[in-house]
């Protein structure tokens, strides 16, 4: 018997005494995600199919966006008339009145400074009756109308200014409105969160979902 004969008898031995592969026995069970529809819209498309395998970010589910995209208009519209109108408060006749407004504060303050240092100075001369009561009182009337006159034009400043601080205020909400329904209607188009396969879908096009209702289950 030569050597290449002995080597094969060898192997064949050595295979006929290693141990039976395992099996294991058990259910595969699939890692499975129901997608919900977005929003109550009508179905314009359904873009996969039964037993499709789908990418992570690929589009499902159209949803009707007519009425959304009206929303968006006049969410739109708003903005530009609400940003007009901050404009014309900020270089029309509305900051003259603002301007005016400070300047009549800036007169009254002044006077009522020299009224009030005015009652001071006679106060204490009607006290040794060096001068008149009555032109003390009418001392005490300036002062006191002097400030009521500072306190009405401290509160047109104020008025002045919570208008502008107003506009700019609901230019913002109105932008905010507009990214709300612009983020609305990107939601619109429903995407796979993760590769899977479309086991089998729920809805149909031209159906109406409520918001959350089920479009079709995805598995691994």
Known sequence: ???SLIACVLVMLLAACSEPAQQALGTLEYDRITLPAPAAERIVEI????GEQVQAGARVLTLEQVRGDAQLAAAQAEVALRRQALAELRNGARTEDSEQARAHLAAATAQARDAGAYYRRVSPLGQKQLVAASEVDRARAAAANAQAQVAAAQAAVAAAKAQATGA???VDAAVATVARIDAELQDAQLVAPRDGRV???VAQPGEVLGAGGKVL????
């Open 217 to 220: 289950n995805l598995v691994d």
């Open 47 to 50: 873009a996969v199919r039964e």
């Open 168 to 170: 700019v205020s609901s």
């Open 1 to 3: 018997m030569n050597r």
């Open 199 to 201: 086991q089998f879908l």
